[in-house]
């Protein structure tokens, strides 16, 4: 089945500066690499989304990368906000669902210092 | 819509208790998965159906069942609680159609404490 690596597991940048996170997959069939936005105690919550026919995409703040050769995607937050602090998690799977559905990485822990 | 819903928020449980997780979509999705997130760890597949009617085990069924005899409910059942199964409990929906967006929406989760 597909394996999903995510590092950091903590990320601490200013206020202001840029925040990138980083996810490799085992998988080479999976084609849909979402990310979740997770507050503490809250559900994860989808940001932004790619498919394997796309390079990248950007939604204002927020961009995400995708080298399907190497099998690695990355998030990238620019201009941090205090609100930017929360849980990230990567995901990988098949756009039409499939067996499994969507595997996590572990989670990325962002700190937004003032 | 209310999205994906999940009764109860809160539980505390004894070993060797039995409890039913409730799970509901008003979205007509097909798709539908029971994932558990223990604590600073992901999310891990418990079970997913693709239908009503068809269910299927994903990465830690052990301990778990699930029905799923209606599109819009997806219970998991607990038979015999263990403090292994301590954990919060998500459940999420998808609708996977041709040439139709793909999110996932999580329901609001299950803190469940097994003592």
């Known amino acids: 089945g597909e394996n999903v690596e995510q590092h950091p597991s903590t990320l601490s940048v200013q206020e202001g500066d840029s925040a990138v996170i980083k996810c490799t997959y085992s998988d080479s069939a999976s084609n849909y690499f979402p990310w979740y936005k997770q507050e503490l105690g809250k559900r994860p919550q989808l940001i932004i989304d790619?498919?394997?026919?796309?390079g990248e995409k950007k939604d204002q703040r927020i961009a995400v990368t995708l080298n399907k050769t190497a099998k690695h995607f990355s998030l990238h937050i620019t201009e941090t906000q205090p609100e930017d602090s929360a849980v990230y998690f990567c995901a990988a799977g098949p756009v039409s669902g499939g067996a499994d559905g969507l595997t996590f990485g572990k989670g990325t822990h962002l700190i937004i210092q003032p | 819509n209310a999205g994906v819903t999940q009764t109860p928020k809160f539980r505390i449980l004894k070993i060797g208790q039995s409890m039913t997780l409730q799970c509901a979509q008003d979205m007509n999705h097909n798709y539908m998965y029971w994932y558990r997130q223990d604590p600073g760890m992901g999310l891990k597949l418990i079970y997913y159906?693709?239908?009503?009617?068809?269910?299927d085990k994903g990465e830690v069924p052990n301990g778990y069942n699930v029905s799923r005899s209606t599109t819009e409910d997806f219970p998991l059942r607990l038979e015999l609680a263990a403090p292994s199964q301590t954990s919060v409990y998500f459940c999420?929906?998808?609708?996977?159609?041709?040439?139709?967006?793909?999110?996932?929406?999580f329901g609001p989760g299950t803190r469940l404490t097994v003592l």
């Open positions: 159906s693709v239908g009503a009617g068809i269910t």
């Open positions: 790619i498919r394997s026919n796309v």
């Open positions: 999420a929906s998808r609708f996977i159609g041709p040439g139709l967006h793909n999110e996932q929406f």
